[in-house]
């Protein structure tokens, strides 16, 4: 690890600020002050920490000491209000970041408000209907990405006078750069991975966001998803002290975060003993192993006896459920035999299904189900005494969706963007 991530303060929790105090020769108490002015006040420099006195700051600069704070470098708004962040780290690399407004009608996947709301939105409409995501489908994603200049300006007047309600807005944040797990229907995949992030790093993304919205947790509640780029149990260690800054330092609520994993076992089982953690999200997305391991290549090392193990033993607390997620392939995964499979797994476990229609993309040879076909999936999960709940596709015009987190980096980083030149063949 590069000497500038190792002295970044964004990303050290309270016993390493209390070792950096004490080998400089300051009283004890300074630890928790850098504790605040980093992750409360959300400081961008060291010269920033107006409660540290200033030799103190002044030392810590002259020996390397920086914040390490994450760069904003892109923004995209969508016509439904999601906002994707291009966010770049000190050695260039970059990840991707959404915030959604309105959250998106069941990321939380927990039981929060956003899960609450799901139920009633998918009561109502059904996929498809709500003009917003009409609007989304109908848009052409280059065009939405050259509007976008002047979205962002009417975005963020709208947001910050929506700040006092907005209750359930959510950010998706990245643990790695690219993503090494394979997975045939997503975007990031094509990516392959480039680094695992830093626990700064991926509390920095959230930082920034929290920053560039103008809002501050927990007088705004603001749900927090590890459903961004990356496997984040193939950061384990990052990904968990992440999680306890978010929660110690940064003021969210464990009940507010879920972390999504492709399905890393032994990672399931250690995630259960955490003192601290978030809720847990399994992708699920095939009802047997021969489907599975078709769209997911892992399941070959970690299959669906394994996982489903590791599910029913994992430790919940109290009103808290796991949440299965199922990316429905139009032919693929989405008939009704695929949902009785699934009941039939899942069958007296405490657990909810999140169903995701294909967000599309380009090289990624699959097509999104009807709305009917979602439903009929939905009711007979439902019937078989599984919560089921659609989740509305946010951002898809911008690329901000599920499994779509990519296009920025390739348009920021390539001389040429790639997206038409990738194809996959589908096995
Ligand atoms: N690697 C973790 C975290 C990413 S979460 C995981 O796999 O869980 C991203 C979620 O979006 C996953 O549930 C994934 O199955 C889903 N997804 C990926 N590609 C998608 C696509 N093209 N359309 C809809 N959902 C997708």
Redesign the pocket.
């Known amino acids: 690890m590069s000497k500038a991530l190792t002295s970044s303060l964004l990303g050290m929790d309270l016993g390493e600020f209390s070792v950096l105090v004490s080998e400089a020769g300051e009283p004890a108490y300074r630890a928790k002050q850098i504790m605040e002015a980093v992750y409360r006040h959300r400081v961008e420099s060291v010269a920033e920490i107006a409660t540290l006195p200033q030799p103190f700051r002044e030392r810590l600069e002259h020996s390397g000491v920086t914040l390490g704070a994450a760069r904003i470098e892109k923004k995209f708004v969508s016509v439904d209000g999601t906002v994707r962040y291009l966010i770049t780290f000190a050695d260039g690399q970059s990840v991707e970041t959404v915030w959604m407004p309105e959250g998106d009608g069941g990321e939380a996947g927990d039981g929060s408000e956003a899960g609450e709301t799901a139920e009633r939105l998918t009561d109502i409409p059904g996929p498809g209907t709500s003009g917003a995501k009409a609007k989304a489908e109908e848009s052409e994603p280059i065009a939405a990405l050259k509007r976008c200049a002047t979205q962002n300006l009417r975005s963020q007047d709208r947001h910050s006078q929506d700040r006092t309600s907005s209750g359930r807005s959510t950010i998706c944040i990245s643990?790695q750069v690219g993503?090494a797990?394979d997975?045939q229907?997503?975007?990031?995949?094509l990516l392959g991975v480039k680094r695992n992030l830093t626990a700064g790093e991926i509390v920095g993304q959230v930082c920034a966001v929290l920053k560039d919205q103008r809002v501050s947790p927990p007088e705004d509640r603001i749900n927090l998803?590890?459903?961004?780029?990356?496997?984040?149990?193939l950061n384990y260690e990052n990904f968990v002290k992440a999680s306890r800054l978010l929660v110690e330092g940064v003021g969210i609520a464990e009940r507010r975060m879920t972390?999504?994993?492709?399905?890393i076992v032994p990672r399931i089982y250690d995630f259960g003993g955490e003192s601290i953690r978030p809720k847990l999200?399994?992708?699920l997305?095939a009802s047997n192993d021969a489907l599975r391991t078709r769209l997911?290549p892992l399941n070959k090392k970690w299959n669906l006896d394994m996982l489903i193990a590791a599910a029913r033993e994992f430790p919940l607390r109290t009103r808290e459920w796991i949440t299965f997620?199922y990316?429905l392939l139009g032919g693929v995964n989405d008939a009704p035999e695929n949902a009785r499979e699934v009941a039939e797994l899942l069958r007296g476990m405490r657990c909810k299904v999140?169903l995701?229609?294909?967000?599309?993309?380009p090289g990624?040879d699959?097509t999104t189900p009807s709305a009917e076909r979602v439903t009929v999936f939905q009711n007979i999960l439902r019937g078989a005494g599984t919560p089921a709940f659609v989740r509305r596709?946010r951002g898809r015009d911008i690329y901000a969706?599920?499994?779509?987190l990519k296009r920025t980096v390739e348009v920021a980083t390539s001389p040429e963007p790639q997206m038409q030149s990738i194809s996959r063949v589908q096995q």
């Open positions: 643990s993503c797990v997975c229907f997503c975007l990031t995949a998803v590890f459903m961004g780029m990356g496997e984040p149990f972390v999504s994993t492709a399905g999200a399994i992708s997305n997911m997620e990316v999140n995701i229609a294909l967000n599309p993309g990624i699959f596709p969706a599920c499994g779509q």
